[in-house]
């Protein structure tokens, strides 16, 4: 995505300022112009990057910062707050409760993803142990009774809907209530959306949301290729229906993502979910700090244990925890990790959580081919001895054993050195979990809070380590800021 640009932009304006000698007016105004050109090519309305330029050197005052202050920090830090601010309207959405039933309605222009959405945040809840149910209030497109209902099923989420009526109040009123009565904990009313911003949707949108339905949350669903016009459609929908939250789709096409992201915080509603894909999965939480974390290529850490918990199946994660957290991370764990990659899907959401990560094992638009490596990959672990699979000793693998493992799986030593290599680096990026401790689900800033600074030394990037000062550097900046929370958001560890 275009995002990861901008994030590849911003980073190098820092380092590039990093390797100044002295950090005076002229090196910081280049490095703010350099950022200013990257968020307005992603598309960030004008008036907010300005508004960001003038924050950050107004905290950035380089006359008042005493000798020895570290500039280079304060300003990373100046910047990374001011992007978390431009994207944070300061005011958590309606979160439903598990057990309590919340009626939550979508709404959005056609095409945006509407539909789609609506069964993602259905199956995402699911996958948690949420009874969701599906109602199809629109009534305006044909198919779109039926595109929810293979969505559903395929999802096995309840699903109600109508080939004959024709009023979608009606549908919404009676689908609810049945769902009420089924004990269903989170009910989503999908609504029509129309191709343009028209009176009549936004009556009949009025009409499903106050007079029958009452929704606890309106999400409103937005495509992120429409860039700057986002501010104005957003707008006009929340003074329409009291959007709650917004949700922006597409995210891994080519669009800018920059202005959708942007101009639905500046219209006061947060984005917590955002689209990734066409698939089910492909779906992410969004989080304000993880997201700018990732965006400066820093990782995220809580994203990360999120996901373990997601992909790795409950009875397997404490084993699974223990061992890393032990530094033990054997060839079988990489063969058990690749089997639930495979049978979950999309890794490069997992991986591209880790600091420096992302790109190597999958990278976004290859899956297949990765998946396809990693099949073969798993052949050749297929023909290893369970000695050979449960050390974490790479001296075991010498020359027979390899050429042994390539003749039992029908592949080349090349193979199966480049399946070691890609353990060994593995490896390597898991071991920096020894000795953490391991945070329980749902506590998943428990892990933040653990993190001391040896731990954190190890997994930030050792460009980013050598600006602080090392872990020398690391401590001291811990120690400043008083609490290591607002560091760990910096960082990516946010809760
Ligand atoms: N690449 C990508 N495609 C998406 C994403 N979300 C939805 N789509 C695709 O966008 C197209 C439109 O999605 P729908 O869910 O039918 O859109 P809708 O807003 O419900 O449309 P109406 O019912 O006509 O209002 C479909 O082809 C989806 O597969 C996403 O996050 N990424």
């Known amino acids: 995505m275009v995002l990861a640009q901008l994030g590849g932009s911003i980073s190098r304006a820092i380092q590039q300022m990093s390797n100044a000698t002295i950090i005076d007016e002229k090196v910081l105004n280049e490095c703010l ?35 020895g202050h570290n500039k280079r920090r304060i300003i990373q830090q100046a910047i990374f707050n001011e992007l978390c601010k431009m994207l944070d309207p300061g005011k958590p959405s309606f979160t439903p ?22 069964t993602k945040y259905a199956y995402y809840h699911q996958k948690k142990g949420w009874k969701p149910a599906l109602v199809c209030a629109d009534t305006f497109r044909a198919g779109a009774f039926d595109q929810l209902k293979q969505n559903a099923t395929k999802a096995k989420i309840p699903f ?44 009949e949108m009025r009409q499903v949301s106050e007079a029958t339905v009452n929704p606890d949350l309106v999400i409103f669903v ?10 104005d459609q957003a707008q006009a929908f929340k003074q329409s229906v009291s959007v709650g939250a917004v949700i ?13 992201l942007s101009a639905v915080a500046a219209t006061k509603s947060p ?60 060839l079988r764990i990489m063969y058990e990790q ?88 593995l490896a390597k990026i898991w071991s920096k979990m020894k000795g953490l401790k391991i945070p329980k689900k749902g506590e998943m800033s428990a892990l933040s809070r653990n993190m001391n600074a040896q731990h954190m030394s190890k997994v930030l990037p050792q460009g980013m380590l050598k600006q602080i000062g090392g872990v020398g550097g690391l401590q001291n900046l811990m120690k400043q800021m008083g609490s290591t929370k607002d560091m760990m958001g910096m960082f990516g560890g946010g809760e």
């Open 271 to 330: 984005v917590i979910f955002i689209g990734t894909g066409e698939h089910m999965d492909e779906f992410e939480v969004f989080d304000v700090k993880p997201f700018v974390s990732r965006l400066l290529g820093m990782g995220d850490w809580s994203g990360f244990m999120d996901k373990i918990h997601e992909v790795v199946p409950m009875d397997q994660q404490p084993e699974l925890l223990q061992k890393l957290s032990e530094g033990n991370f054997t």
């Open 97 to 118: 409760k598990k057990g309590k039933p919340s009626v939550i309605m979508f709404v959005g222009l056609q095409g945006s993803g509407k539909t789609t959405t609506c």
């Open 338 to 425: 690749f089997q639930n990659i495979l049978k979950m899907g999309p890794i490069g959401q997992v991986f591209s959580m880790l600091p420096g990560f992302s790109s190597e094992l999958m990278p976004k638009g290859r899956e297949k081919e990765s998946q396809a490596k990693i099949k073969r990959y798993m052949t050749m672990m297929d023909s290893m001895t369970n000695e050979e699979l449960d050390s974490s000793n790479p001296k075991l693998m010498n020359d027979s054993r390899i050429m042994r493992i390539a003749r039992g799986s029908g592949r080349q030593v090349r193979e199966v050195m480049e399946m070691l290599e890609e353990y060994k680096r």
């Open 160 to 203: 109600y809907g109508s080939y004959t009526e024709s009023d979608p109040v009606r549908i919404a009123v009676e689908g609810v209530e049945t769902f009420k009565k089924e004990n269903c904990d989170l009910i989503i009313v999908d609504t029509s959306g129309r191709h343009k911003q028209e009176a009549a949707l936004f009556e």
């Open 248 to 260: 922006v789709t597409k995210m891994d096409g080519h669009a800018k993502g920059g202005g959708a």
């Open 222 to 231: 937005m495509d992120s290729s429409i860039g700057q016009a986002a501010f």
């Open 33 to 67: 112009n350099e950022i200013t050109r990257a968020l307005l090519q992603a598309d960030v309305q004008f008036k907010l990057v300005r508004e960001m330029q003038t924050n950050i050197k107004k905290i950035v005052n380089l006359d008042d910062l005493a000798a």
